[in-house]
């Protein structure tokens, strides 16, 4: 495992968020360059949260390639305490797609984000609930990046997504990369799986996880537009 190595910080303006989602409130870190050419609302895996240090990580990179993001958490406090026994809600994809509509369409209603086209970074099962809002929200969602994502639990409304959707798999993620190339023949939008070689699940590997990222921003940097 090796520890990883911020970028240095993007001249990004910062700010705590709260976004309201039906009778909850969750907290978020949006983060907004100058000359912003997209926003890319991150998805997180199962028993992670806004903190995450590899979508932290990702995050930067984004940033330092232009484009806005917002980190937020899919589930309550008290939700992801009670989620840490049953282990129910990190895998009910219609609560935590429903909460990145959510937040999506709070991010269309803010002064810093309203004039960027929204794009989804999705990680484990984020990924599928990052699929599953954008065949909700069809053309309002400009792109979608899926990392070792989940993407076979969104099977019942991959035909819908029309956002432009690129796959990113370690090659060493064996059943993860079988869910993914299934998932990808139901998907009828510009699409990709790349399958990054040498890299597991989590992507720990020396430069995997920047191969990541790098490979991300190029894809939003493409289909993202203010």
Same mark, same amino acid.
């Given at each position: 495992?090796?520890?990883?190595?911020?970028?240095?910080?993007?001249? !990004?303006?910062?700010?705590?968020?709260?976004?309201?989602?039906?009778?909850?409130?969750?907290?978020?870190?949006?983060?907004?360059?100058?000359?912003?050419?997209?926003?890319?609302?991150?998805?997180?895996?199962?028993?992670?949260?806004?903190?995450?240090? *590899?979508?932290?990580?990702?995050?930067?990179?984004?940033?330092?390639?232009?484009?806005?993001?917002?980190?937020?958490?899919?589930?309550?406090?008290?939700?992801?305490?009670?989620?840490?026994?049953?282990?129910?809600?990190?895998?009910?994809?219609?609560?935590?797609?429903?909460?990145?509509?959510?937040?999506?369409?709070?991010?269309?209603?803010?002064?810093?984000? *309203?004039?960027?086209?929204?794009?989804?970074?999705?990680?484990?099962?984020?990924?599928?609930?990052?699929?599953?809002?954008?065949?909700?929200?069809?053309?309002?969602?400009?792109?979608?990046?899926?990392?070792?994502?989940? #993407?076979?639990?969104?099977?019942?409304?991959?035909?819908?997504?029309? !956002?432009?959707?690129?796959?990113?798999?370690?090659?060493?993620?064996?059943?993860?990369?079988?869910?993914?190339?299934?998932?990808?023949?139901?998907?009828?939008?510009?699409?990709?799986?790349?399958?990054?070689?040498? !890299? #597991?699940?989590?992507?720990?590997?020396?430069?995997?996880?920047?191969?990541?990222?790098?490979?991300?921003?190029?894809?939003?940097?493409?289909?993202?537009?203010?």
């Amino acid at each position: 495992m090796n520890t990883l190595i911020q970028p240095p910080s993007s001249l !990004a303006s910062r700010l705590t968020v709260q976004i309201p989602a039906g009778a909850m409130v969750l907290p978020g870190e949006l983060a907004v360059p100058s000359h912003a050419t997209g926003l890319v609302i991150f998805a997180h895996g199962s028993g992670s949260s806004r903190k995450s240090p *590899r979508n932290q990580f990702v995050a930067e990179e984004l940033r330092q390639a232009g484009l806005a993001t917002l980190l937020f958490d899919l589930l309550t406090e008290e939700e992801g305490e009670a989620d840490q026994i049953s282990h129910e809600m990190r895998f009910d994809l219609d609560l935590l797609a429903t909460r990145l509509v959510d937040a999506t369409l709070w991010a269309a209603a803010q002064p810093q984000t *309203r004039d960027l086209q929204p794009g989804y970074f999705g990680a484990s099962t984020g990924g599928g609930a990052a699929l599953m809002a954008a065949a909700q929200l069809r053309k309002r969602v400009g792109a979608v990046v899926s990392r070792g994502g989940r #993407s076979d639990l969104a099977g019942h409304v991959l035909s819908k997504v029309e !956002a432009p959707t690129l796959l990113l798999v370690g090659g060493y993620d064996d059943l993860v990369l079988r869910l993914n190339e299934e998932a990808l023949e139901n998907l009828h939008c510009i699409k990709r799986l790349h399958v990054i070689p040498g !890299a #597991s699940h989590l992507f720990e590997e020396t430069n995997k996880l920047q191969q990541v990222a790098q490979l991300a921003a190029a894809w939003f940097k493409n289909y993202l537009h203010s």
